[in-house]
C-alpha cells in the first residue's frame, strides 16, 4: 500500500514537472525529490531545504542581477511548486556554489515571473539583483543559505500557517534563526512562532523564537505630510493632516508636525512619509473643518482598503502601505484614535528565544520618552501599548502589567498611578486600576504591577483589579506602598469592547504638586499562568 501510494505520489509530481515543460519552464531534478510533509499546518524547514537553481547569466563582483533557469521550486509539503519571488524575498539569504568563490548573499530585488522574449530559453523570465564579493560565469547553482529557514518562515506566511518548526532533519541552529535578517522591506509578520525541536535533549523540550524589537531605538516620527484636496463628501471646509509610522509588530511612531493647512475642499488626499528603518506603514490623521493644529484624529475608525493600499508587512494593526497615499472622502471622523503621546515604534526587529510560545505581539517595552512636566491637578500618559482584537476576550484572562519608573515629586504632590484602557486612544477612556501612593518628596523610584483578570466579556468588558505599587526616596530609600482599594469590576463607565483591540496606558496624575521629569523606563505584559 506505502509503495502505490509513493509510486502515485511520483507519478503526480512527474506529471507537473512535465506540464510545466512543456510550457518551456525547465524544472531542476531537486524538485523532483519527495519532502516530507508538514504537520498539523506547521512548516519544516527540513523540507524547504534542497532545492537548487541555476543561473542563465553571469554576474560581475559589485551589483548585480542573476536570471534563472526556473522560477518554481519545489517547497514544503508534499514538494509544492512556489514562485522563487514569493518564497525569496529580501530576507532569505542565497548561497551561489561556485568553486573557490562560493558566497551567500542577500538579495536587493526579486522578480517575479514575467513573459520573456520570444527568443529566451523559457517563456518565463525571474532572477533576484545582489551584491556580489565574486564574479559568477553562466551555470553556477544556487541554493539556500540558511537551511531553508526563511523559505519555511515566507512560505508559512504566505500559506496563513504563521508556526515553523526546526526539526531533527534540519540543518538549521540557534544561531541561524536569532542571525536571521528580518528587514522591513522584506517583511516581518509578527505572529510567526519558531518551534525549535532540533536537539532538544533528554527532557524533549523545544525551544521557542518570536520577533522582537533588537534595539531601543525608536522611529523619529515623519516629516509633515503634503495634503492636498479632491473631491468627497467631507463637510466642505478647511483641514490639517499629519501622520505616524507603524513598525511590523503594530508600534507607532509619534506623529509629524501638521501640513500645510487645506482650503475649502470636501477630501483629503495625503502623501505617504519616506521610507525610514523599521516601518511597516503609516496613518493618516486629520482635523475636524475649520479645527487647529495639533487636534487630528485618526481619520476613519480603522482604516481600511477604502483609503489606502493596506500595507501586508504586519497584520496587529491596520495602516496603509509606505509609499501609497491615502484619500480620504468619507464623512468626517468621530471617536477615533489621537496620535500616540508615547511612540513605540522600533527601527530593528529579529527571532528572540523563549522557553514557552511567546504571545504574538510585544510585550516588553522601554524606555519611554520622559515627560517633563505633570502640572498640579493635572495627568499625563507615560508609557502605552495595543493588545490585538479578542485576546482579552475570554472570562478569567489576566495578566500583569509590571513597570518600573523613574520622576521628582514636588513638596505636596499626591501622585496617582492609573491604568486606562480605550478601544481608540484619546477616546472614551476607562480606568482599569488606580493606585494613590503617599507625598514623597524628591527625586523617587516607583515600581509595581496592576493585575487585571477579566470579569465580563464583549462589548462592555471589564476587569478585576488588583496588584500594588511602591515608591522609594531615591536618596534614603524611605518607601511608601499602595493598592487598588475598589472591590468593584473596573471600569466603571466607559467598558471597552473586547473583541476589539485595546489601548492601554499607564497615566500619572499629580496632586496639589508639579511632578517632574517623570520616565517609565521599562514596562512588561505578564499573562497569568494557564490562562
Not at 137 to 156: L, R
Not at 426 to 449: D, H, R
Request: hydrophobic share 40%.
Amino acid at each position: 500500500m506505502k509503495r502505490r501510494s509513493l509510486v502515485s505520489a511520483l507519478a503526480i509530481i512527474t506529471l507537473l514537472a512535465g506540464a510545466l515543460m512543456a510550457h518551456g519552464q525547465q524544472i531542476s531534478q531537486s524538485t523532483l525529490t519527495l519532502y516530507p510533509s508538514n504537520q498539523a499546518g506547521a512548516a519544516l524547514t527540513s523540507s524547504y531545504a534542497s532545492w537548487r537553481v541555476q543561473s542563465l547569466t553571469a554576474v560581475s563582483a559589485g551589483s548585480g542581477s542573476i536570471t534563472l533557469n526556473t522560477c518554481f521550486v519545489g517547497v514544503g509539503s508534499n514538494n509544492r511548486f512556489a514562485p522563487f519571488s514569493s518564497i525569496f524575498n529580501l530576507n532569505t539569504p542565497l548561497t551561489i556554489i561556485d568553486g573557490a568563490n562560493t558566497e551567500t548573499v542577500t538579495p536587493t530585488a526579486t522578480q517575479s515571473p514575467t513573459p520573456a522574449a520570444p527568443s529566451a530559453v523559457n517563456p518565463l523570465q525571474c532572477g533576484f539583483t545582489a551584491t556580489f564579493a565574486n564574479s559568477h560565469s553562466v551555470g553556477v547553482t544556487i541554493a539556500s543559505g540558511d537551511y531553508g529557514f526563511m523559505e519555511a518562515v515566507n512560505d508559512s506566511v504566505a500559506l496563513g500557517s504563521d508556526y515553523v518548526i526546526v526539526d531533527n532533519y534540519s540543518g538549521v541552529v540557534t544561531s541561524t534563526i536569532t542571525g536571521a535578517t528580518t528587514t522591513a522591506a522584506g517583511g516581518i509578520i509578527p505572529n510567526v512562532i519558531v518551534e525549535y525541536r532540533r536537539a532538544a535533549g533528554a527532557t524533549n523540550q523545544p525551544l521557542y523564537f518570536g520577533l522582537r524589537p533588537t534595539t531601543l531605538t525608536l522611529i523619529s516620527a515623519p516629516s509633515a505630510p503634503t495634503v492636498t484636496g479632491t473631491s468627497g463628501s467631507l463637510t466642505s471646509g478647511t483641514y490639517y493632516g499629519k501622520v505616524a509610522y507603524v513598525d511590523c509588530l503594530g508600534g507607532v511612531s509619534l506623529a509629524s508636525s501638521d501640513s500645510t493647512q487645506v482650503a475649502t475642499t470636501t477630501g483629503l488626499i495625503f502623501t505617504s512619509p519616506a521610507a525610514t528603518a523599521g516601518a511597516c506603514g503609516y496613518l493618516p490623521y486629520m482635523t475636524a473643518n475649520g479645527g487647529s493644529t495639533g487636534t487630528e484624529i485618526l481619520a476613519a475608525a480603522s482604516v481600511t482598503s477604502s483609503i489606502c493600499t493596506l500595507t501586508t508587512l504586519e497584520t496587529v494593526l491596520p495602516a496603509c502601505a509606505i509609499g501609497s497615499s491615502a484619500t480620504v472622502t468619507a464623512a468626517n471622523p468621530s471617536s477615533t484614535a489621537k496620535p500616540v503621546a508615547e511612540g513605540t515604534a522600533h527601527t530593528t526587529f529579529g527571532f528572540q528565544p523563549f522557553s514557552t510560545p511567546p504571545l504574538n505581539f510585544q510585550t516588553t517595552y522601554g524606555p519611554f520618552g520622559t515627560v517633563s512636566t505633570i502640572s498640579s491637578s493635572s495627568n499625563s500618559d507615560l508609557a502605552q501599548f495595543y493588545i490585538p482584537a479578542g485576546y482579552f476576550n475570554y472570562l478569567g484572562k489576566g495578566a500583569n502589567i509590571c513597570f518600573t519608573a523613574a520622576s521628582t515629586n514636588g513638596a505636596t504632590a499626591v501622585p496617582t498611578w492609573n491604568l486606562n484602557v480605550t478601544n481608540q486612544y484619546g477616546q472614551t477612556i476607562g480606568t482599569v486600576s488606580s493606585v494613590t501612593l503617599a507625598t514623597q518628596t524628591g527625586a523617587v523610584t516607583t515600581t509595581g504591577c496592576f493585575k487585571i483578570v477579566v470579569a465580563a466579556t464583549g462589548s462592555s468588558g471589564t476587569f478585576w483589579p488588583g496588584g500594588s505599587i511602591v515608591e522609594a526616596i531615591n536618596s534614603s530609600s524611605a518607601a511608601v506602598a499602595g493598592v487598588p482599594v475598589t472591590t468593584a469590576v473596573q471600569p466603571a463607565s466607559n467598558a471597552p469592547s473586547l473583541a476589539s483591540g485595546l489601548w492601554f496606558s499607564v497615566n500619572l496624575a499629580a496632586g496639589t504638586a508639579n511632578i517632574t521629569s517623570a520616565t517609565v523606563n521599562q514596562l512588561t505584559i505578564e499573562p497569568i499562568t494557564n490562562n
